[in-house]
């Protein structure tokens, strides 16, 4: 992929200020970064004001050499040491670096560039980098956006694709479904109403025809609109199978693979993967035009900001029974959804994990529980119930809630879209859109490659599998475990 | 006597050569040192990103960036020979014959001497003679710094944190980014710090307070230990050698990606390429290649390698085999392994390679953090 050049004055005004950045390494104390930025500067204000560009193009180069080889020092940086810990002016001076190399490679001679790779770099800057400013990444996401529309290959590929295919077919509810659990069904409720019934005395709702008014809704079946819009870039993904014998793992893949593989095509295939927990909406703002900030979630005090993720995959997927410490909302866009809700009361019956770290998840399969094993859960009140496009499920905090995405083979349907709006009520963000999952800790189940003998083992979410050798108490000898799947989130 | 580079320059850390070297990974470099010296053990070398530093006898040059200026060189001396040297990012430590240790920071140019509560005045009462504690081993890494003295007291500086008992003899410690390894002259290699990638080698990810030995490689006698930021390596008495840690680059010798086939329904498959396990908490063998595919009549053709030593750097490591070739793999973007495009996935080396063979009469090797370097004798 190529295109004229001249698109790096088009990013003239995302430059962060020089007194910025020149804070930030004071804050970092290391003067061979401030020397290589400060190098930088320099090739960029002879940019600004040379008047040919050609003579500079070997300072361009060194530049571009220079700023590569700082970004790989901080990605060393920013890899010691707890993800959690780390110093958040190290990720800004990510996002800068992240920035300016891709403005000295687009600075290069048009044949040189690959717009592609450029693009990977930025997304990859906006996962691990953090704004210089505000929550959102606006240098790195407007450099994006500017990339795009620049670029001709990208906009052919969106006509092209645009005319092909119809819409897929929704997973309705049918006009005799109805939800046997006492889960209270209401039409597009008012506000009030759901803030002094539901969202005051905490009691889960199913609310309906609320968001039929979003873009979304119409814009995303058609099978080339996200393609369109947002099938270069790059997005973390998990994936698991069918097979047993192939291992859970995470991985970066390009948005239009995934949904290529997943979404689009109708024939499944063997190997699931899931677009999960992801701030979708900030890395790709012209998402977030489609989808409206539900009105419900003006209910909560003043100084909680919304918190909106995206949960993308086929069908089978599933999160085991836990809860959350925020208000959730989970709207359907398409697909459909099976559910299992119990109250907090019902907590000592539902076996949580004795580990601290785990005590929100419970031991139990909601769908096949063992009563033998957990024999307290025939005590416990399940509220069973389907979550149909076009509807939003209000799950309050401390809610335990199991979910399964279902396939509907009579429409030919079997992706599953849904958004998850969540208040935070706790700190406030201070990363990039995906860093607060990056640097999460995730529990992984771990099998013995002899005897099959299982133990789960808590990590660091880096999409870094593991593979150990221990004692494997079945054969009584040393023995390769690799990791089969991820449990949960912590 | 020459030095013999390859690797990152972007600070010109090595005088009179081009800065751009990424144009041109497989050439090595040569450059002749300021004095010819004859005694090869008296050399010692160690680098971060932006500085390098070669001990010489009693000096010590420094190149490269200094009080954030690129380009910069200084050679410092001391009153005594110097024994071993160790840097990160933000200094160089240096231990004198005499166990001194000094700490030089590369952003002030500054030099202290380091001195930490317990060592040199073990015995109050003036009494040095009879068991003067002196410091023996001194390392680096990015959040902690190892000294072992001759009393086997092990400090992560300034705190002591382990003594080991009397009979056991400290052959060798050192630092990753944040582990550390420790070799005894019996062969037990002992691991502390973080495990987050598995650097540890002890099957787990959790840290480790003080030095614990590593049982998968108990009863294998260990000759050689080596620690990148995040990978370590050992080599046995039987020159195999072990690996564990983080595989990022390849630094581990192994694939960092994997083709998966998916299926579908309709009997259309796809191959999608995605990365495959790279955390390995455990030591294992490596695999050498049998033999070198472009240099036929060498000795080592009928065996595997039997490997000597081990080097690494801060992503790429380096082993020297018993019949003198040195092969290497890991991260190659600014050519650390010298070697060129074809190994090369994106930067990566993810098996080891013959590297160097064209430089004779080679001495000694050594890693920076981002570069290799060969001392080698000079005919004139």
């Known amino acids: 992929m190529s295109f004229p050049g001249g698109i790096s004055f088009k990013l003239n005004h995302l430059i962060p200020d020089y007194e910025q950045v020149e804070l930030l390494c004071s804050h970092i104390n290391q003067q061979s970064h401030k020397s290589i930025l400060s190098f930088c500067y320099d090739v960029v204000s002879q940019m600004r004001f040379g008047d040919t560009p050609d003579p500079q193009r070997q300072s361009i180069d060194r530049a571009l050499f220079l700023v590569s080889s700082l970004k790989d020092k901080i990605y060393e940086i ?134 039929d008014h979003w873009p979304a809704m119409k814009n995303w079946k058609q099978p080339g609109y996200l393609v369109s819009v947002g099938g270069e870039r790059t997005v973390p993904i998990e994936i698991g199978s069918h097979y047993t014998n192939e291992n859970w793992s995470q ?67 599933v999160s085991p029974m836990h809860h959350d410490p925020k208000h959730n909302l989970l709207c359907q866009v398409f697909g459909h959804k099976k559910i299992i809700l119990a109250a907090p009361e019902d907590t000592p019956n539902l076996y949580p994990h004795q580990d601290q770290m785990l005590a929100n998840t419970t031991q139990i399969d909601a769908e096949n529980i063992d009563l033998d094993k957990f024999p307290l859960c025939s005590n416990v009140r399940f509220y069973n119930l389907n979550l149909y496009e076009g509807e939003m499920l209000y799950i309050p905090p401390k809610w335990w809630h199991y979910v399964r995405s279902m396939d509907k083979s009579f429409s030919g349907q079997r992706n599953v879209l849904s ?9 406030p963000r201070m990363y990039g859109f995906c860093p607060m999952e990056c640097r999460r800790d995730i529990m992984v189940l771990m099998e013995s490659v002899v005897s099959g003998h299982q133990f789960t083992k808590i990590r660091e979410r880096l999409g870094d599998k593991l593979e150990i050798i221990r004692f494997d108490p079945y054969i009584q000898k040393m023995s390769l475990y690799r990791e089969r799947k991820k449990i949960r989130s912590m | ?51 390098n530093v070669i001990g010489i006898s009693k000096s010590l040059l420094l190149t490269g960036c200094l009080k ?30 005499d166990g001194r240790c000094y700490k030089f920071l590369f952003d002030s140019a500054e030099l202290s001497e380091l001195k930490f509560i317990g060592v040199g005045e073990e015995d109050g009462s003036a009494d040095k003679k009879s068991t003067t504690c002196v410091i023996e081993h001194i390392t680096c890494g990015q959040t902690f710094s190892v000294a072992v003295t001759n009393t086997n007291v092990v400090y992560n500086i ?125 030591p294992e063998v490596v695999d050498l290649p049998a033999q070198s595919i472009d240099n036929e009549e060498n000795e080592c053709l009928e065996t595997q390698f039997d490997v000597e030593q081990v080097h690494c750097g801060g992503r790429h490591t380096i082993i020297q085999t018993k019949c003198g070739k040195v092969l290497g793999c890991g991260f190659n973007r600014f050519g650390q392994l010298g070697l060129s495009e074809k190994h090369n996935d994106d930067g990566n080396v993810v098996r080891f390679y013959e590297i160097g063979h064209s430089i004779t009469d080679v001495f000694q090797v050594k890693c920076g953090s981002w570069c290799t370097i060969f001392f080698a004798e000079c005919h004139q």
């Open chain 1, 78 to 211: 920013l890899n010691v040491g707890r993800w959690s810990e780390v110093d958040e002016n190290i990720c800004k001076v990510f996002s800068v670096v992240t920035f300016l190399e891709a403005f000295f490679r687009l600075s290069q001679i048009p044949q040189n560039i690959s717009i592609e790779k450029v693009l990977y770099d930025l997304d990859f800057g906006l996962m691990l980098g953090c704004p210089l400013s505000g929550t959102t990444n606006t240098t790195l996401t407007e450099t994006i956006r500017i990339i795009e529309e620049m670029s001709p290959t990208s906009s052919a590929t969106r006509k092209q694709k645009a005319s092909v295919s119809h819409p897929y077919e929704g997973a309705k509810r049918s006009k005799f479904e109805r939800e046997s659990s006492s889960i209270v069904i209401l039409q597009r409720p008012s506000v009030e109403h759901f803030h002094k019934n539901h969202f005051i005395t905490q009691n889960p709702a199913l609310l309906q025809e609320c968001m």
């Open chain 1, 419 to 427: 958004i998850i709006v969540v208040k935070i009520a706790e700190t």
């Open chain 2, 1 to 51: 006597m020459k030095l013999y580079f390859c690797g990152y320059n972007g600070f010109k850390q090595f005088e009179n050569c081009d800065e751009l070297m990424l144009a041109d990974v497989t050439a090595w470099t040569s450059v002749n040192l300021p004095k010819p010296q004859k005694c090869a053990t008296s050399l010692k070398f160690c680098s971060s990103w932006s500085v």
């Open chain 1, 251 to 317: 991985d970066l893949v390009k948005f239009k693979d995934f949904l290529n593989r997943q979404i689009s095509d109708p024939h499944a295939c063997d190997r699931i993967e899931y677009l999960a927990q992801h701030n979708l909406f900030d890395q790709i703002p012209a998402l977030r035009n489609d989808i409206l900030t539900p009105e419900y979630c003006c209910v909560g005090t003043s100084n909680e900001t919304v918190d909106i993720k995206a949960w993308l995959g086929p069908k089978g997927t």
């Open chain 2, 68 to 97: 954030g200026a690129p380009g910069q060189s200084k050679i410092l001396t001391f009153a005594n020979e110097i024994k071993a040297i160790s840097c990160n990012d933000l200094f160089c430590l240096i231990l004198l014959d």
């Open chain 2, 158 to 282: 300034p705190s002591r944190i382990h003594e080991f008992p009397k009979h056991v003899k400290v052959k060798k410690v050192i630092c990753g980014a944040e582990h550390a390894l420790l070799l005894t002259s019996n062969g037990d290699v002992f691991s502390w710090g973080s495990s987050s990638r598995g650097q540890l080698g002890l099957g787990e990810l959790n840290n480790e307070q003080a030095p614990t030995l590593i049982d998968a490689l108990a009863g294998v006698k260990i000759t050689d230990i080596s620690a990148g930021l995040w990978h370590s390596a050992a080599v046995s008495a039987f020159g195999d050698l072990y690996v564990w840690g983080w595989n990022l680059n390849g630094q581990l010798g192994k694939p960092i990606y994997k083709n998966v086939k998916v299926n579908f329904e309709n009997g259309r498959t796809d191959v999608v390429r995605h990365k495959d396990v790279s955390v390995f908490a455990s």
